[in-house]
């Protein structure tokens, strides 16, 4: 550990750290050979008293799902029965425990989150993963979503990385780079292997080829005593990279073993497991036996203890280097024939795979079946990496197609979207067929639309859709919905123009199935209709479709691929209640096939849905889990679930932050951040009153197609400012389009809105105060707390200007108690503008006596005889909340009761009143 003490620094703060409850994650990166094991093992040394888990990333074994984790859980007790059952299944089915669905990545890493927490009850867990860029993908990802979540937790995680190498699982991770010796620390290093004197001149050009890398110092200056010489640079002088001389260090080592030793030594670099027990019956197939390594492990290279470990990775990576195709392919027909094919058989066909010749239909067939145990314990990556293999031995075209396609579905399912397209792409040369060819085009353009939601899938679909028509009717309407779904987010054209033409080319979709239609045929007809009919004809038969679809009883597979629309078109239909069904299940549906893409898009959904129910907490919490996952699999971000945020707090950095999603979408081409931003900036600038300003967004979103649900919110947003400000014209146009999509819903969610709308343009004051009372009755029988709080407010500041303030103070005191608890700021403080017209206590009251707002709230409910849970739930609290609130307000109103509730508000309310109109005079 010469000249390592920064480094050795870090690992005891964060081992001290941890000691005392505040856990935490450092990845260690640097160059092979420049002593990231050796730090590892100080940071193990360092942490005595811990419970250490261990794990080493093989190359060979870098697609087998699950193997590290497998290996870091070894080390763990069996704490899965002190676990929520889901998490306790998560962890059995992905260690292969239970035949059960494949658990979705983030409750999986919530379980070993867990059970670490668990192990960590008695003393603090050390995990050490090295190598981590030879891991599987799918153990980092559930490695790397634990280390980030360890500040509160006598856990940390250590993880060595190659410099160069990027690991995806494991990005934001404080990283601690460890650099070459210095000269003074190299030429200790250098002396202490060398033993003795060595020519100055020697002892300078190991200095200078190592940079300090103590691992080119031991391997040159051994080189050195050997031959007489350091390591060479390469030919004609050139610098040949670090990793290739010191494999070739390594390899001249091998080169000298004799040829039974080398022959094993092969093997055991080709089997990733370390079993003594499997090389020696494998090296017995080869007409060798494992006693032949004790000359390798004689010079250092290996040790054969309980397990088989290499002196250092490249020592593997440069014994399977140096061998020949076909030394590799025996070395792997004979780990094949020495695994057991009942207790392994993934890692048996994989073997098999290596160790063919030519093509093989049985081993393709071995393949798919390992792909398919892969890919249900989640695993999609290696599912994806078995199918590729089978791909490439299968005879038959057929299977060769059969298995891009599944792969790249499973690609597209652990988002890897470009390897999928890559694995596409070779496909096509087996597809003869224009059939074959439309239906490989169908899932590039699946993949195409997650990766630029632009016009270029929307054309891959309809081509494929026409090609389609004739052969198989049923995936060319599949085809077509895909097409109008991806034209909706491409949004092209001026105003969405575009949607409209692509509605229009699917008119040409041949007709459903005699025996009868799918609900994804019906989806077909209802969005061509939304986009290309008459609002008067399109909308009324939407309410109908979305009931069929609630009740549609099909595969849950197919059901899967249709939910996230559908729960589009609730929202377009005002169906709040199968709004919410449609979410629930589809993003329940994604997480148990751990569908990370599909898990993404429809929490993003989701938000908006959250903000309506005044649940800010809970959206800002779902945005942030759908960036991490676009983050973590390298697909664009979606704007929706930020800017609908952005729009209900009315913060005014949320423009900038518009602005910044709309130059982000035109980017991508994604045309469908216009309609999103104009309806955001709209209803940003409605809160904070500035009506001038949000009626140009919101006519500007009115603009385009039904289809889009950003069009029908543009309505309500251009009422409210347009009645507010100078145009009541336009006010009066957006509030009869938005009666036409109002009354074919018929929904209390549709009906609450349009009566809250509509009371802003009524001219008689019986009118208007009959419109607020029928909007605030409907809203009621809904979930949608946001939409209640403006019903509130708008009939707040209506009762104020009729000079009715107690009745005034009450409806804004619960429009403030809402918009407080979702961080709808700018509503927030225009009620407060309100409420202080009134001259009433503001939300900043104190223990001198006045009542909080959210304390006004929660007393008002209660003096109407609602319990503590029903009020909770009005207001979106804990019981224990409203609890709490409602002593303080007894205690300030000096009454003991809920009987005596009703009248010290009263009481309260008159004081104000009288208070208030003595200030008017």
Not at 529 to 540: M, N
Not at 613 to 626: Q, V
């Amino acid at each position: 550990m010469l000249g390592r003490a920064r480094e050795r620094s870090a690992l005891d703060a964060l081992v001290a750290r941890t000691r005392d409850g505040a856990g935490g994650a450092l990845v260690i990166t640097g160059d092979p050979g420049i002593g990231k094991t050796a730090l590892l093992d100080h940071g193990v040394a360092a942490a005595s008293g811990f419970r250490i888990a261990t794990a080493t990333g093989v190359q060979a074994e870098r697609e087998l799902p699950f193997a590290g984790l497998q290996q870091v859980l070894s080390a763990i007790p069996d704490a899965t029965d002190r676990l929520p059952e889901p998490q306790a299944q998560a962890i059995r089915v992905a260690l292969g425990h239970a035949d059960l669905p494949a658990p979705r990545p983030f409750l999986l890493g919530m379980a070993v989150l867990g059970l670490l927490t668990e192990a960590a009850r008695d003393r603090p867990v050390l995990c050490a993963v090295d190598d981590v860029h030879w891991l599987d993908a799918s153990s980092v990802q559930v490695l790397g979503f634990v280390a980030r979540r360890l500040e509160r937790m006598p856990v940390a995680v250590l993880f060595a990385k190659r410099a160069g190498l990027d690991v995806e699982g494991v990005d934001g991770i404080p990283a601690l780079f460890v650099g070459g010796l210095d000269e003074a620390d190299a030429r200790m290093l250098l002396r202490s292997v060398a033993g003795g004197p060595l020519d100055e001149e020697v002892v300078s050009r190991i200095l200078a080829e190592s940079g300090g890398n103590p691992l080119m110092i031991r391997e040159g200056t051994k080189a050195s005593l050997l031959h007489g010489a350091p390591l060479p640079l390469g030919s004609d002088g050139v610098a040949v990279p670090m990793v290739n001389r010191l494999e070739r260090a390594f390899a001249s080592r091998i080169a000298r073993l004799p040829g039974h030793a080398a022959r094993v030594l092969l093997l055991a670099a080709a089997d990733p497991t370390g079993d003594p027990r499997l090389i020696a019956r494998a090296a017995t197939v080869v007409g060798c036996s494992i006693d032949d390594l004790a000359e390798a492990e004689a010079v250092g290279l290996v040790r054969v203890g309980q397990r088989l470990t290499f002196e250092h990775p490249l020592v593997r990576s440069a014994a399977y280097g140096r061998a020949t195709a076909e030394e590799l392919r025996h070395a792997h027909a004979a780990l094949a024939e020495a695994t057991d094919r009942q207790r392994d058989p993934d890692r048996r066909a994989w073997h098999q795979a290596l160790g063919t010749f030519g093509l093989s239909e049985s081993v393709a067939s071995a393949l798919e079946q390992s792909a398919g145990r892969a890919g249900a314990r989640g695993g999609f990556l290696a599912a994806a990496a078995f199918y590729e293999r089978a791909m490439h031995v299968a005879e038959s075209p057929a299977t060769r197609l059969r298995c891009a396609v599944a792969g790249a579905t499973a690609l597209e399912l652990a988002g890897a979207q470009q390897r999928a397209l890559r694995m596409l792409r070779e496909a096509r040369w087996d597809a003869e067929d224009p059939a074959d060819r439309a239906r490989l085009d169908v899932v590039r353009g699946r993949l195409l639309f997650t990766l630029e939601r632009s016009e270029r899938p929307v054309d891959l679909f309809l081509s494929a859709a026409e090609t389609l028509a004739a052969r198989d009717p049923a995936a060319a309407r599949e085809a077509y919905l895909d097409a109008l779904s991806a034209a909706t987010l491409a949004a092209s054209g001026e105003d969405g123009r575009d949607i409209r033409s692509t509605a229009e080319r699917t008119r040409d979709a041949p007709p459903a199935a005699a025996d009868g239609e799918r609900t994804i045929d019906r989806l077909l007809e209802v969005m061509r209709d939304l986009a290309v009919a008459e609002p008067t004809e399109s909308l009324p038969a939407l309410g109908r479709h979305l009931r069929e679809f609630s009740d549609a009883a099909e595969e849950p597979g197919l059901r899967a691929r249709w939910l996230w629309i559908a729960s589009r078109l609730a929202a377009i239909g005002w169906d709040d209640r199968r709004w919410a069904d449609f979410i629930d299940e589809g993003v329940a549906t994604a997480r148990s096939a751990g569908a990370l893409t599909a898990v993404a898009a429809t929490i993003t959904t989701g938000v908006s849905l959250e903000l309506f129910r005044g649940r800010g907490a809970h959206a800002r919490a779902l945005a942030d889990e759908a960036l991490e996952i676009w983050d973590s699999i390298a697909i664009p971000r979606a704007a929706y679930g930020r800017g609908a945020i952005a729009a209900w707090e009315g913060e005014p950095d949320g423009v900038e932050l518009l602005d910044r999603a709309l130059e982000d979408g035109r980017q991508r081409g994604e045309g469908m951040v216009q309609p999103l931003v104009h309806w955001a900036r709209a209803l940003h600038a409605v809160g904070g009153m500035r009506y001038d300003e949000a009626l140009p967004h919101a006519i500007a979103a009115a603009r385009y197609p039904l289809v889009i649900v950003y069009a029908t919110w543009g309505l309500v947003e251009a009422v409210e400012a347009g009645s507010r400000g100078d145009d009541r014209a336009a006010a009066e146009d957006a509030l009869r389009r938005l009666r036409v999509s109002t009354d074919a819903a018929g929904t209390d969610w549709a009906r609450g809105v349009y009566a809250r709308s509509a009371a802003l343009l009524a001219v008689e004051p019986e009118e208007a105060e009959r419109l607020h009372v029928d909007a605030l009755d409907h809203l009621a029988r809904t979930g949608l707390l946001a939409e209640q709080a403006r019903a509130h407010l708008l009939y707040g500041e209506w009762l104020r200007r009729q000079r009715r303030r107690g009745d005034a103070r009450m409806h804004l005191d619960r429009a403030l108690a809402v918009f407080t608890e979702m961080g709808a700021r700018a509503f927030a403080r225009r009620t407060s503008a309100e409420i202080a017209a009134l001259g009433s206590a503001s939300a900043s009251a104190t223990e001198s006596g006045e009542l909080s707002q959210q304390e006004i709230a929660v007393a008002r409910l209660a003096s109407e005889g609602l319990s503590n849970a029903a009020i909770a739930t009005r207001l979106h609290l804990s019981p224990s909340t409203v609890d709490y609130h409602l002593r303080k307000a007894f205690r300030k109103l000096g009454i003991s009761s809920r009987a005596r509730l009703h009248l010290a508000l009263a009481e309260r309310d008159a004081d104000a009143e009288h208070r208030a109109a003595a200030s008017d005079r």
